[in-house]
């Protein structure tokens, strides 16, 4: 006989609910200030020992190592993809052209620090995590401001150089599209050229990507023509040795401070980039206002730092712990399973 129990169809959907709750992935556990706490009590010492004297025997690995974690969390997230070495089945992010550039110091920083932590806690602290803090110590040792940097990152599991393109600026783009390409990041104008300036008060470039402002058929009106003059004997044999290159800030290189915004004002820009923050209504009040003000500088630096620390992060089972920073634990391809 029939059961026609009109508790039926509540039961029902409580344990199809039930069942619902069950089987769902749990959220990924937040990252924490004290992550490595227990499982690499040392860490923080062991990244400091060896960026410090790293900085002071290389004065770009810095600036190096700045640029190479702004260009790994602007593709997919803070996640140490830019790291990984292209092989015969995958060309990876390091080798799209924009990224050819990053200079080898900052590589060389996070392969230091993951070798001698794999020694004292083997196969605990990523390499996504090491590239962040090591960045960070490197920008105070210069002289730039102290920011929390938050722990449990995970390395990301695929490394495409054709999820770059559109990711990162350009020396040779307009203000538009520069503007445009941090507003897909969910950056404001204001956080933009913070880290611009930030960047750059302490960053290099090679010559290919400024001399068409001094030798194009039509030279750039705005550069100082002192800094011009300087700029063309040093870029005179690029040519023949593309690795020449120049500080951004020639006034104060290497050292973290408002001085690349005042530059800027004084038409002292290397980058036509740079130098259109100047004169641009959009991003004019914000150069005036760092220039003005370092402390005000510091304080939206940092905060525009531990925001793109935290950028579309991997944590729990999204990423893994590599065992070497350049290549994936398991499959030799873009991606691992």
Sequence with gaps: MANNSPFLPFIFILFSSLSTITTAHPPPPPLTLDYYAKSCPRFHDIVRNIVIPKQSTHPTAAAATLRLFFHDCMVGGCDASVLISSNAYNKAERDQDINESLAGDGFDVVTRVKTALEVECPGVVSCSDILAVATRDLIVQVGGPFFEVKLGRKDGLESKATNVEGKL??????????????????????????????????????????????????????????????????????????????????ISAGNFDNMIFKNLLNGLGVLSTDQAMASDPRTRPFVEEYARDQVVFFKDFARAMEKTSVYQVKTGNQGEVRRRCDAFNNLPSGKTV
Aim: include cysteine; aromatic fraction near 8%.
């Design 169 to 250: 600026g350009r020396s040779n783009m307009t203000m538009n599209d520069i503007i445009r390409i941090f507003e897909g990041h969910k950056y404001t104008i204001r956080e933009m050229v913070v880290l611009m300036g930030g960047g750059h008060t302490i960053g290099f470039a090679h010559c290919k990507e400024f001399q068409s402002r001094l030798f194009g058929p039509k030279p750039d009106p705005s550069v100082h023509p002192k800094l011009a003059e300087r700029l063309k004997a040093m870029c005179a044999n690029s040519s023949s040795d593309p690795s020449v290159s120049a500080f951004l800030d020639p």
